[in-house]
T-cell receptor
Framework: NAGVTQTPKFQVLKTGQSMTLQCAQD?????MSWYRQDPGMGLRLIHY???????DQGEVPNGYNVSRSTTEDFPLRLLSAAPSQTSVYFC?????????????FGDGTRLSIL | GDSVTQMEGPVTLSEEAFLTINCTYT??????LFWYVQYPGEGLQLLLK?????DKGSNKGFEATYRKETTSFHLEKGSVQVSDSAVYFC???????????FGTGTRLTIIP
């Protein structure tokens, strides 16, 4: 059981480039989300989805786009990379909706924007 | 809104020492509380959880009790090992709020 799989693990981009961070889960979880982790700030929610075809914004959505065409996949798109988006990105999934259940995290994508 | 305040790090302890990492929260209603652990180069793993007042979560020798009267969920372990070196996050989940609210994390280093 792979759980939550993120690709790539590392990426370096130039300012202005676009890219897609991939996330897939094989647990048939309804809820999926993207967080970014920055030193001293914990994890902050970027976007989330409560099911296929449904997405919503989190705390820090600017500069990012998401879609959810299947239950399994939840890609995160950087439209025009900026140095402020240098961070570690985590995808997470959870069974059901509502905040009471724990989330399962991928191993992260370490992204550097030059 | 919901918030989590976590003990500032880093924390350095000797092997077999007693560990406490403080966590307090602010939330409406009846949130669920979690401790996650992040080992170097890895994602977050759920360490333990508690879903209602006075619940005690436990795993791998770690414990935390959901104290509604003091709005706290402190993490404790009686005898730490070098392998416990990691970053620990306290987090809160609340019905009607789809996100997890995280503390800033506490880096723990155990020296032999």
């Amino acid at each position: 059981n792979a759980g939550v799989t993120q690709t790539p693990k590392f990426q370096v981009l130039k300012t202005g480039q676009s890219m897609t961070l991939q996330c897939a889960q094989d647990m048939n979880h309804e809820y999926m989300s993207w967080y970014r982790q920055d030193p001293g700030m914990g994890l902050r929610l970027i976007h989330y989805s409560v099911g296929a075809g449904i997405t919503d914004q989190g705390e820090v959505p600017n500069g990012y786009n998401v879609s959810r065409s299947t239950t399994e996949d939840f890609p995160l798109r950087l439209l025009s990379a900026a140095p402020s988006q240098t961070s570690v990105y985590f995808c997470a999934s959870r069974k059901g909706t509502g905040g009471g259940q724990p989330q399962h995290f991928g191993d992260g994508t370490r992204l550097s924007i030059l | 809104g919901d918030s989590v305040t976590q003990m500032e790090g880093p924390v350095t302890l000797s092997e077999e020492a007693f560990l406490t990492i403080n966590c307090t929260y602010t939330a409406t209603g009846y949130p669920s509380l979690f401790w996650y652990v992040q080992y170097p180069g890895e994602g977050l793993q759920l360490l333990l959880k508690a879903t209602k007042a006075d619940d005690k979560g436990s795993n791998k020798g770690f414990e935390a009790t959901y104290r509604k009267e003091t709005t706290s969920f402190h993490l404790e372990k009686g005898s730490v090992q070098v392998s416990d070196s990691a970053v620990y996050f306290c987090a809160l989940g609340n019905f009607g709020n789809e996100k997890l609210t995280f503390g800033t994390g506490t880096r723990l280093t155990i020296i032999p």
